[in-house]
């Protein structure tokens, strides 16, 4: 099956079994490595991806459903320098230790500033409730995510 | 392994026609639940309608008394829907507690119904709010209650939910949803519980309560004994552990001898009692 979409900023084709999941499209047709399988259920939200502005994992979704779509991953945050910035107050906070759940952290964290340029403690709790981390725990993450709201350039 | 045959049809017509015509055939909606199963599916040669390219399924409008949510709505819309807010407040807060961000940015409320997992978080407040869902197939179209619809799975095997039609909380209705899980995110519920209850603005008497419990059996289970305990009764007149007591027995009679038994039914009253704090808030006669 012929699939078409934008890729980091790149429109794609692709052909290709319509039963493969996204996170092995972007992995092995692409080798956007970023993108980790950690559950392969939705639960851990490692594979994060935003699609069409919104944070998904890219383990439950078949590339049969991405027809159209807009798709960012961490490589394509690092082409257009945003990642600077994660990378900046990720590494004052502490926020990464073995770094496996980073990107699915950054790519659920640029989603919520995608819908709310000032979240609260609160709201950024929330919106990476769906990324396990098992290192440095939550605290850091959150730090890190907070300085990036006020400091790194999103609110305006 | 076998490859998934997928489609990707268009239009509802398509998909009825395969509907029709396939064997082994699975609707995928927003896919956080069925494509849990990939490999399983694989394995026995299913056969996937993807709706992702059908268009006119994501809606929210309000009808009169009704509210119309077409199936393909995520729980991120409604959650964050003020129709949806403000006419089915307890359907919002259940959609806001499915799943995460990621999950919520994908599953479908139509999806939700269909799946019909035990512990959905929409199922309990669409049974209480007595909802009910568009069904489509190649023979035409019915409305049909969703507890029927949960009850008669086989009989709607393959049709298409459209929509799901969810009559209005008026000023004079109460609703409430409650969840018990083992963490406060990205949790499946042990147990649920969806409200509507309805009270005669004179005098704060409850006329009508609707109460349904989920997790307890494959489809939600209606709380008739709770039901008939608010019945009739002003809030303030409400005695807790006469309450609590027709909570428990209602979790006994569910799941009697099952290992989750004693822990459901101290678990029933943690929700009974933010449901009491609801009513006090919002239905308290002066």
Redesign the interface.
């Known amino acids: 099956m012929k699939i078409n979409f934008i890729l980091n900023d790149e429109e794609k084709t692709v052909d290709i079994q319509p039963d493969t999941r996204l996170v092995d499209l972007l992995r092995e047709r692409f080798n956007l490595l970023s993108v980790k399988e950690g559950c392969g259920q939705g639960e851990c939200g490692a594979c994060t991806v935003i699609i069409d502005g919104k944070a998904v994992t890219s383990c439950l979704i078949l590339v049969s459903q991405i027809e159209g779509s807009i798709i960012w991953t961490v490589e394509g945050l690092e082409k257009s320098g945003e990642l600077e910035i994660f990378k900046k107050y990720f590494k004052k906070h502490g926020a990464v230790q073995c770094g496996y759940c980073t990107p699915g952290m950054v790519m659920s964290a640029r989603a919520l500033l995608n819908k709310n340029k000032h979240p609260d403690r609160e709201e950024i709790r929330k919106a990476i409730a769906g990324n396990l981390c098992r290192c440095t725990g939550y605290n850091n993450i959150i730090d890190a995510i907070t300085a990036i709201a006020e400091e790194g350039g999103f609110g305006v | 392994m076998s490859?998934?045959k997928?489609y990707?049809p268009g239009e509802v017509k398509e998909v009825l026609k395969l509907l029709h015509d396939k064997e082994k055939v699975r609707i995928?909606a927003g896919?956080?639940d069925l494509?849990?199963e990939?490999i399983k599916l694989?394995r026995e040669g299913c056969v996937?309608i993807?709706l992702?390219?059908i268009e006119g399924l994501e809606y929210i409008e309000k009808k009169d008394e009704e509210l119309e949510i077409g199936s393909l709505v995520t729980f991120?819309d409604i959650h964050d829907n003020p129709v949806i807010n403000k006419y089915a407040p307890a359907l919002a807060a259940a959609s806001g507690q499915v799943?995460?961000?990621?999950?919520r940015?994908?599953a479908t409320i139509g999806g939700n119904i269909a799946h019909a997992s035990p512990a959905a978080d929409s199922l309990p407040v669409l049974l209480a709010a007595g909802a009910r869902i568009k069904v489509l197939n190649a023979a035409g179209a019915e409305t049909v209650l969703v507890e029927e619809f949960l009850h008669n799975k086989d009989k709607y095997r393959n049709h298409l939910i459209t929509a799901i039609l969810i009559p209005v909380k008026g000023d004079n209705m109460i609703d409430f949803f409650g969840k018990v899980a083992y963490r406060?995110?990205?949790a499946t519920a042990r147990i649920n519980m969806g409200v509507r209850t309805v009270y005669q603005p004179e005098n704060g008497k409850i006329i009508k309560a609707s109460i349904f419990l989920g997790a307890l059996s494959k489809t939600g289970v209606r709380a008739d004994l709770v039901e008939e305990y608010l019945t009739g009764k002003r809030v303030d007149e409400l005695e807790r552990e006469r309450f609590f007591a027709a909570l428990r027995e209602t979790v006994d009679k569910s799941i009697p001898g099952r290992y989750s038994q004693p822990y459901k039914r101290r678990a029933i009253c943690g929700l009974g009692d933010d449901f009491l704090q609801e009513l006090q808030r919002e239905g308290s006669y002066e």
């Open positions: 490859e998934l997928v990707t995928l896919g956080t494509l849990l990939l694989k996937l993807d992702s390219r991120t799943g995460s961000v990621q999950i940015n994908r406060r995110d990205v």
